[in-house]
């Protein structure tokens, strides 16, 4: 016995009644349950495929739309210090308008994005596709670079963000651990002389003495 609900409604069926059922209409009425059997196998099919030719239209229609992808790199800023270089680029093929640049900053429920600013802003900006935009010095603080590029986002004229690949962020994070080394070099200490070299300067250093 099989039990569910359908509208607030208990339904309740028995599997070895309903054989029975079909049974006796096969002994009584062969024709008539065969003609009930293919016109349920052929609205099955029917549904079928129709279901099929609806995700297809879908699939088709998501890859017609515009994709964003966005890669990140490290360069030194016209001051010296380290800034953050975006490539967005359409891999779609639709055009997409870049609105802005940001990162995302967690709240209590969800997130909000926080808009970036450039010294010279080409946003917001209609990408073709195979087309680009490069962002150049994106304006931040350096000391906080290193958390930004795990929150960069892009975002288009319709409202939705575009992230940054894990692969892209790891490239970034250590293209700037080498920038910031070249940048700042570690200081080294002196050079310790030889054993030979130090005894050397200390019997030259050392008193003559004379005997009366």
């Known amino acids: 016995m099989l039990a569910f609900h359908f509208l607030n409604h208990r339904i309740l069926v028995d599997p070895i009644y309903g054989l029975e059922v079909l049974n006796h209409m ?3 009425e062969p024709v008539g349950t065969t003609s009930i059997l293919l016109t349920s196998i052929g609205l099955l099919i029917t549904l079928t495929f129709k279901l099929l030719d609806f995700m297809w239209d879908i699939y088709k229609e998501r890859a017609r739309q515009g994709r964003l992808k966005v890669e990140l790199t490290v360069e030194s800023g ?3 210090e380290p800034a953050l270089c975006a490539i967005v ?3 779609g093929r639709e055009p ?3 609105r802005d640049i940001g990162y995302t900053k967690p709240r209590l429920i969800g997130s909000e994005f926080i808009r970036l600013q450039t010294q010279a802003s080409p946003l917001p900006h209609a990408l073709n ?3 680009l935009i490069r962002i150049h010095n994106i304006t931040e603080n350096e000391a906080d670079l290193h958390q930004l590029l795990g929150r960069f986002r892009v975002k288009d004229s319709m409202g939705k963000l575009w992230e940054v ?3 892209e962020i790891r490239k970034a994070r250590r ?4 920038l910031r080394g070249k940048s ?3 200081e080294k200490g002196p050079k310790p002389l030889p054993r030979t070299e130090i005894l050397a300067q200390l019997e030259a250093s050392a008193p003559i003495s004379t005997q009366n």
């Open 96 to 98: 997409v308008v870049v």
């Open 89 to 91: 680029s359409n891999v």
């Open 165 to 167: 690949p894990d692969l």
């Open 184 to 186: 700042h070099p570690a």
């Open 78 to 80: 016209p001051d010296g």
């Open 26 to 28: 096969w002994a009584t």
């Open 175 to 178: 293209a700037l651990k080498s």
């Open 129 to 131: 596709a195979r087309e």
